[in-house]
C-alpha cells in the first residue's frame, strides 16, 4: 500500500490531479507518521481534523494526533478503494478506505474506514491546495481492542 490512491476508483465528477496528489499525500504522510510535515503542507492553518470523534483544531493540534496511539503502533498503511464527490467541483470528497496497523508485538489489524476530505478553495485557486476539514469514521471497538492487547503484550501499563 505504498501510494495510498494508486488503485482508486474516482468519481464520474472530475477530481483535479492537484486534489488527487493532496489526497495521496496525506495518507503518506500520516502512514510516515510526519504530524508536523502534515499539518503543515496538507491542512490549511484553521483546519479541523475530526477522527473517530476526537477533534484537533489549527496546525499545532493537528501535528500531534498521533499521540493517542499507545505507543504501541509501529506502521500504518492505508489505502483509498473509492472517492465521491459531494460537489460540482470535486473538492469535497466523501472516501472508502482500508487500513493496516502493525504493532511492536508482530501482528497486524486490518480494518475499514470512511473519511470526508474538504479542500479550502482559495488554496486551490492559488492552485496550492490545502484541507480545510477532514473526518475520519471506522468502527473503534477492534482498533481498542488490538492497541489494549498489544499494550499488554508488551507489558506497558493501561
Not at 483544531?57 to 472517492?83: F, L, P, Q, W
Not at 475499514?112 to 476530505?117: I, Q
Request: hydrophobic content about 45%; proline content about 5%; aromatic content about 6%.
Amino acid at each position: 500500500m505504498g501510494n495510498p490512491t494508486a488503485n482508486t476508483v474516482w468519481p464520474a465528477t472530475p477530481v483535479h490531479p492537484l486534489v488527487k496528489a493532496l489526497i495521496n499525500r496525506a495518507y503518506v504522510l500520516a502512514d510516515l507518521n510526519q504530524g508536523e510535515t502534515l499539518a503543515t503542507e496538507v491542512y490549511a492553518p484553521d483546519a479541523v481534523m475530526s477522527l473517530m470523534g476526537q477533534v484537533r483544531r489549527g496546525t499545532e493540534e493537528i501535528r500531534t494526533y498521533k499521540e493517542n496511539d499507545g505507543g504501541v503502533i509501529t506502521a500504518r498503511r492505508h489505502e483509498i478503494v473509492k472517492a465521491f464527490a459531494n460537489d460540482a467541483a470535486g473538492l469535497d470528497l466523501m472516501l472508502l478506505g482500508k487500513a493496516e496497523m502493525d504493532f511492536c508485538t508482530g501482528k497486524t489489524f486490518f480494518g475499514e474506514f470512511v473519511s470526508r476530505m474538504v479542500v479550502d478553495e482559495e488554496s486551490f485557486k492559488a492552485q496550492n491546495p490545502k484541507l480545510c476539514l477532514s473526518q475520519g469514521w471506522a468502527n473503534p471497538m477492534p482498533i481498542i481492542a488490538a492497541v489494549e492487547e498489544a499494550r499488554a503484550e508488551a507489558g506497558l501499563s493501561s
